[in-house]
């Protein structure tokens, strides 16, 4: 097997989202720091309700998914369609906006600590125009798996593979085949885990720090792996870590980004902004 080093770093970066929502943002921070299929991971994390209750007034996609996974906090998300759901802490949203939503995502308090993260992954042209779906999942249903070698594997898409057991999570079955495992681990703790050689990867340290492969990656950091390799390496600090592993099946098509539509050409984003103000992109297919 051949272990994947680390090609870059992309140190996370303050910005705000939303109506004021303060974050920190890696992938997606600019077209360079992308990863295909992965176009944005945003980590939210505040005790100051200041820095969150604006929160995410109503906005549109079109064209790629977007994964809510909270840690801690209640966020309320309501969309055109009349779906209504709540995040809650260990919760996850996976949603597919395909051809078009819009939707809101508001915090349901007025202090204590909001923390999670969201990513946005790509769809291949052929789904972009898909209708939308969702899937709210609930705590429990999400695996939790003690690791022999100390700490926790929590599994949201993919399989791990850990052990020399096979731990499925509830998210499966999708083009890009996504592996979205969240790790808490104690100090030195080791983690591996294999990786299909065509699929792209990287991990996402948000507490403590990593090596991989020899290479440093710090708190609040994504560590992109070098393609090619079939299998991930890699040890907690002295302070432990808590890190996300994400991989997935790159789309290998364009990408022309306008916000918060993400499709293949020029033409189809001008369509996208045409659809959203004349009320088109609501309009059920």
């Given amino acids: 097997m051949t272990t994947r080093t680390v090609e870059r770093i992309i140190q996370a970066i303050s910005t705000s989202d939303g109506a004021g929502v303060k974050l920190r943002r890696s992938l997606g921070q600019s077209e360079a720091a992308r990863l295909d299929p992965f176009l944005l991971l945003d980590e939210f994390w505040s005790d100051d309700p200041n820095d969150y209750l604006a929160g995410f007034p109503n906005h549109p996609h079109r064209g790629f998914e977007t994964v809510t996974y909270m840690l801690d906090g ?86 791990l593979q850990a052990d020399r057991k096979a731990t499925p999570g509830p998210i499966q079955g999708l083009t890009t085949d996504p592996l979205y495992v969240d790790l808490d681990l104690p100090a030195g703790a080791a983690f591996a885990h294999p990786l299909r ?48 592993l994400l991989a997935g099946r790159p789309l290998r098509e364009p990408i022309v980004q306008h916000g918060p539509f993400v499709m293949n050409t020029r033409d189809e984003i001008i369509q996208a902004i045409r659809d959203y103000q004349s009320g088109a992109l609501t309009r059920a297919a």
């Avoid at 919760?91 to 819009?102: F, K, L």
């Avoid at 090619?228 to 390496?233: A, P, Q």
């Fill in 197 to 244: 050689a065509d699929h792209n990867a990287f991990v996402y340290v948000t507490e403590g720090s990593v090596t991989v492969a020899g290479h440093a990656v710090p708190t609040h950091a994504a560590g992109v792996l070098a393609p090619g390799g079939d299998r991930v390496e890699f040890a907690a600090g002295t302070d432990g870590a808590r890190v996300l």
């Fill in 74 to 159: 209640h966020m309320l998300h309501e969309d055109h369609l009349g779906n209504r759901g709540d995040l809650t802490p260990g919760s996850v949203q996976w949603m597919s906006a395909g051809r078009g939503i819009v939707h809101s995502e508001m915090p349901q308090q007025t202090q204590g600590r909001m923390r999670g993260f969201q990513l946005w992954l790509n769809l291949p042209a052929r789904e972009k125009m898909k209708n939308p779906e969702y899937r709210d999942i609930a705590p429990d249903a999400i695996p939790a798996v003690a690791l022999a070698g100390g700490g926790r594997a929590k599994v949201i898409a993919g399989v």
